[in-house]
């Protein structure tokens, strides 16, 4: 008799992607919730992909740190929206008004989680929305995302995207041009709105990690962005990995992803009610 094999357990995590919740109508306004082991109310991670904001790029690729930050003891709530092409009707606004909606609707969520220590990770493209959701408070009031319902208290951008009105993704067809519609010169307000630079102070703390061998964003983005939030009264830790490249800082099989992991344990919310 053959002998019977189980899949490992890790992989089982993460081919499980968790339980998926709408919060719109559309078909990209899901959200897919992980909870840890216990009572809770458990901590949560939201979670922010990257992928140029475009169609080709989806909520598969943060499934890995969701196991993980789950197997930690975290509630992850790995966010997909409507990005650009593919019919999906994303860009400006619908890209920033899905990513607002998302995170408010863990307000609705029947489920144990401590909306007072919930923290965003967003890596690449995710790392611009998941800033510009921490400081979703000062937009003006008829900006898409203004008047959160559900704030952000820690922010993890991993390699990301920190200055939308610099030259700081390769890649064809100008992926922030995109985005926003339009250059800083055609589109100034959607610039002023969504551009991370131009939203501080966040007023929460930051983690900004960046592979110094990323080719895709250059970590001088990371250090300019740093030294500005410091200027404006925030409190940011920079992180420069060496030997790493742009993706490695979301894959929970290399040693780039432990400094992220890392400083979310170090908020002192795991454990704490």
Request: hydrophobic share 40%; aromatic share 6%; charged share 25%.
């Amino acid at each position: 008799m053959a002998e019977r094999t189980s899949t490992p357990r890790a992989l089982v995590d993460i081919l499980w992607p968790g339980r998926r919740h709408a919060y719109g109508r559309r078909l990209f306004q899901i959200g897919e919730l992980r909870l840890p082991e216990g009572r809770g109310p458990h901590p949560v991670c939201v979670l922010l992909h990257g992928g140029y904001w475009r169609a080709r790029w989806s909520r598969r690729g943060t499934r890995p740190i969701a196991a993980d930050l789950a197997r930690r003891g975290w509630a992850t709530w790995n966010l997909e929206y409507r990005r650009v092409g593919r019919g999906q009707g994303g860009g400006w606004p619908a890209t920033l008004q899905d990513v607002a909606a998302g995170i408010d609707h863990l307000a609705d969520l029947r489920a144990p989680l401590d909306l007072d220590r919930i923290a965003a990770v967003g890596h690449s493209a995710g790392g611009q929305l998941a800033v510009w959701a921490a400081a979703r408070a000062a937009l003006p009031e008829d900006a898409p995302g203004a008047a959160p319902m559900v704030r952000i208290r820690a922010v993890a951008a991993l390699a990301a995207v920190l200055n939308m009105e610099l030259p700081a993704i390769t890649g064809p067809g100008e992926p922030v041009n995109r985005f926003l519609g339009g250059t800083p010169e055609e589109v100034p307000d959607r610039y002023a709105q969504a551009n991370p630079m131009r939203r501080l102070p966040v007023g929460v703390p930051m983690l900004l990690v960046h592979g110094l061998d990323d080719e895709t964003i250059p970590v001088k983005r990371s250090r300019q962005f740093a030294e500005a939030a410091r200027a404006a009264g925030d409190e940011v830790e920079l992180l420069e990995l060496p030997d790493v490249d742009h993706r490695q800082v979301v894959d929970p099989r290399t040693p780039a992803w432990n400094p992220t992991a890392g400083w979310l344990e170090r908020l002192g919310w795991l454990g704490s009610p």
